[in-house]
């Protein structure tokens, strides 16, 4: 099953704004960037490959990152690039495949997120390239920031919208349950083609490669399947919520509460 790279870069160039407020003031976002900035620090000189729109970017390269952005959609570059010269923070954004750029401006690099491609690769064949890809433009010692999205994203969706239920008959998302029962990973149809991991399939995968890991955590820590209630508490509790999040996101016994892991490893030398 090849990745329609083409149906990829179309849904995004049209949902790029979307993207870009989707994320913006989640969990998914505040919590990661606080594994960021312990272990980013500024001067960093960073690559963000499948950066969509540019929200991690622009806070990296706003704490005093040299930062790269590279992103299969055009429209999610210039949205990016709007974005950098309305806050007046610099940024090297290009559009790019995953799965064909070896070489990028600002390379070699001292850290590296790579939060998109993992999980918009339907083939394992193609998500080793891609790591091998950007592994080649890391330094030696340099971070390696890897995210996936879990089988059991859907169900934690459900969980927390009105307008969703189980009883839905939608063939994907029966597809991605019967995943979940089975403990296996999922590819196929869902926001768009997409590939899906069961937890127990991330550290096989990342330990193909010249990884010394760092740590796993849960992007959203506990706080994904409440979290619109969550959010809408006051600002006080709302960082309790996240202090207590940030403490347990690394253990793997709540790493089922999110809906995205992101493993962190160190490149090895030789």
Sequence with gaps: MKTDREAVRAFYNEHAAGEWNRIGGRPEFLLTCRFLDRLIPAGYRVADIGGGPGRYSLHLASRGCRVTLCDLSEENVRLA??????????????????????????????????????????EEEERVRAVENAL??????????????????????VMKSDSRSLLEADPANTGLRASVAAGVGYTGDAFTRAYFADISEIMPF??????????????????S??????????????????????????????????????????????
């Design 81 to 122: 690039e709007e974005r950098a010269e309305a806050d007046e923070i610099p940024l090297e954004a290009v559009a790019g495949d995953a799965l064909e750029i070896t070489d990028l401006p600002g390379a070699p690099f001292d850290a590296m997120l790579f939060m998109g491609p993992l999980y918009h690769l339907l």
């Design 206 to 223: 990342m330990a193909r490669f010249p990884l010394e890991p760092v740590m796993i955590f849960g992007q959203e820590g506990i706080m």
């Design 136 to 157: 080649g433009m890391l330094e030696t010692g340099g971070l390696f920031f890897a995210s996936f999205i879990l089988t059991t994203a859907d169900l934690i969706d």
């Design 225 to 270: 399947p409440c979290e619109e209630r969550i959010m809408a508490r006051s600002p006080e509790e709302i960082g309790r919520w996240l202090d207590l999040s940030e403490a347990l996101a690394p253990r793997p016994e709540y790493w089922g509460f999110s809906e995205h892991l992101m493993f962190v490893g160190r490149k090895k030398g030789g």
